[in-house]
């Protein structure tokens, strides 16, 4: 019996607080015990009891090829012989940033980081110091990671949480933090160092960009002088080949980075121009470090992982997920509830609604939909036909260059099942 879920979960809970290392994966919002993976493979997980389920949560986007592809395993085995973590300069870490920089029209340099959350908090530090302005402009719903000062109106677990913010977050740590709705270009004063924005919101289930609205803030922040940060740790090299600038023709002064640059292990990247990356140590005032920043073997995976995809991938995927999105409206309607399934290249989300409604523009006209309770049985009901959706309303679904057809066709009848159980709810 001790390989069961229960047991691993209730192990987990004597060590680790509530039994998981990230809110998000607690179940909290839709009730039960999580699954514990043992192992993943492709578009599949699979847990301590041997049951497979098709895979959506793929790491939170982190894996874009799907789980342990083989030759991502392969560069794996062969870097963790030469060691793993050394302190000084390594030649995985300059061929990633090449990789990167060689791809995004504008992004000169790239500082690697172990997170998300890092590389966000420092390309604040940077614009703070670059600019000698205190303020950001950061857009309710989106979520930034959880250093103090972004966690404010944060958008996909602190929402699932039901919490505005975070105990333990000083007044002072958010007072220079402006929040402003999404897809409305706000008026900035000349005291904003930046304007954050995740240029697709994908921590508020999916929220596309209304036209305009991009570009919108590319030309305010031009006005009084301020920075515009894309925080693309989810579109970077997943919307498209080179992420969210090449797909909406806007370009930003810094890009954040994360997920998919470290191939399943834990990398994140700041950059932008020269001169901009200058201001950081050691070359400029601006102090950021990090022990285990660009790791080999993470930075070895990463730049596997960009290598091996092509601009008709990214294509390929989009026009998939496309077809798999309106498949699954279809489904779901079949059932008697609304389906709403907002996509943007293979970026996809998911609202369950009873009554007729239009995809949201912001986080109040998410938060209704997401909040309305149908996606706790729905996705109980899929996780028992053996498809993983994210345990929250707030999060999109991730579907991996490794997903095939038969997959997405699988799980398009499992939803028309699944959205029958939750009409009944
Ligand atoms: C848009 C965005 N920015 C930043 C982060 C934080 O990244 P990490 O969890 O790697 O710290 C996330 C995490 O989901 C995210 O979605």
């Given at each position: 019996m001790s390989d069961t879920n229960e047991a691993w979960f209730a192990r987990a809970q004597a060590v680790i607080p509530g039994g998981v290392d990230s809110p998000v994966r607690s179940f909290r919002s839709v009730g039960g015990t999580p699954y514990t993976v043992a192992r993943g493979y492709g578009a599949y997980v699979e847990d301590v009891e041997g049951k497979r389920y098709i895979d959506f949560v793929q790491s939170y986007g982190a894996s874009l090829l799907g789980h342990a592809h083989p030759d991502v395993v392969k560069v794996l085995r062969d870097a963790v012989k030469d060691g793993t973590t050394f302190g000084a300069p390594t030649p995985g870490e300059v061929l990633l940033a090449e990789a990167m920089t060689q791809r995004v029209a504008g992004l000169e340099q790239v500082r690697l980081v172990s997170s998300g959350t890092e590389a966000v908090m420092s390309a604040v530090r940077l614009a703070r110091g670059a600019t000698r302005r205190d303020k950001i402009v950061k857009f309710d719903g989106c979520y930034h990671g959880h250093s103090d000062a972004l966690l404010v109106a944060g958008g996909s677990g602190v929402a699932q949480m039901g919490l505005p913010g975070s105990a333990g977050v000083t007044a002072g740590a958010v007072s220079d933090t402006i929040v402003a709705t999404y897809n409305v270009v706000p008026e900035l004063h000349e005291d904003v160092a930046a304007v954050l924005v995740e240029p697709v919101a994908a921590n508020m289930n999916l929220v596309a960009p209304t036209s305009g609205f991009l570009q919108g803030l590319r030309a305010e922040c031009d006005r009084v002088g301020a920075l515009l940060i894309f925080?693309?740790?989810?579109?970077?090299?997943?919307?498209a080949f080179a992420g969210a600038e090449q797909y909406f023709g806007v370009t930003p002064d810094l890009w954040c980075f994360g997920k998919v640059i470290g191939g399943g292990l834990p990398v994140g990247a700041f950059g932008g121009s020269k001169a901009l990356l200058s201001s950081l140590a050691p070359l400029g005032p601006v102090y950021q470090a990090g022990t285990l920043s660009g790791n080999p073997l993470a930075t070895a995976a990463g730049t596997k992982v960009l290598n091996l995809v092509t601009p008709s991938d990214y294509d390929a995927l989009s026009d998939r997920v496309s077809g798999f999105a309106r498949s699954l409206q279809e489904a779901i309607r079949s059932s008697g509830l609304v389906g709403l399934c907002p996509s943007e290249g293979p970026l996809v989300g998911l609202y369950l609604s009873r009554d007729e409604t239009t995809a949201p523009s912001n986080f109040e006209e998410a938060k209704l939909l997401c909040d309305n309770g149908l996606y706790r049985s729905f996705f109980h009901a899929m996780l028992d036909r053996g498809v993983a959706f994210a345990p929250g309303a707030y999060e999109i679904l991730f579907v991996s260059m490794a997903h095939s057809d038969d997959d997405l066709a699988t799980t398009v009848a499992m939803a028309a099942e699944a959205a029958e159980v939750a009409a009944r709810s």
């Open positions: 925080d693309e740790v989810i579109t970077g090299f997943r919307l």
